[in-house]
């Protein structure tokens, strides 16, 4: 869009992905504790298909979701299910969704601990993920050996 309001049609691309992976977020939050996950992995593959996002990356990202709302919804069993399947993943994809956590947790507070900071920053480094890095930048490191496990990140 520009500023009088004309679309030019470069946002078109990025406006399908984004609307993609909004439904794949509402398909998750509907079925996480339901079971299966159909739906939400059948997006997962469209959007790996048409969206240019790794499919293994995607797939991964997805049994983590759903684990986490099973999880929420106190369906320990289905929960259990989708981390089984979350550990067929890649180590590489496994990585990458430690390292987003770890980023959001970190921009949500506005900090992490001295030691998740200096390995996501590492391995944005190592990935060539200048956009991990950029947004890390904004975190604040702090030296926090002492903190209660549940004010630890990942």
């Not at 990356?57 to 069993?77: C, H, K």
Request: glycine letters at 10%; a negative charge.
């Amino acid at each position: 869009m520009t500023e009088n309001g004309d679309d030019n049609g470069d946002d078109n691309g990025d406006d399908y992905v984004t609307a993609q992976i909004r439904a794949l977020l509402d398909a998750v939050q509907a079925e996480g504790a339901a079971g299966a996950g159909t739906r939400s992995f059948q997006l997962a593959e469209h959007l790996a298909a048409e969206g240019g996002i790794h499919r293994e990356d995607i797939m991964a990202a997805t049994s983590l979701l759903l684990a986490m709302i099973a999880w929420r919804d106190g369906e320990v069993d289905v929960a259990e299910r989708f981390v089984q399947r979350l550990g067929g993943h890649s180590q590489d994809s496994l990585e990458l969704l430690l390292h987003t956590m770890r980023l959001e947790i970190g921009w949500d507070r506005g900090w992490l601990s001295r030691a998740e900071y200096d390995d996501l920053v590492e391995y944005a480094k190592r990935a060539g993920r200048a956009d991990m890095e950029l947004r890390a930048q904004a975190i604040e490191p702090r030296d926090v050996g002492s903190l209660p496990e549940h004010d630890r990140c990942c």
